[in-house]
């Protein structure tokens, strides 16, 4: 997961429960 672009990462986070 360190291969993705930073919006990919800033999506995935946002996404992501809690």
Known sequence: MM???VQ???LALT???G
């Open 8 to 10: 990919v990462r800033i």
């Open 3 to 5: 291969a993705v672009p």
């Open 15 to 17: 996404a992501t429960p």
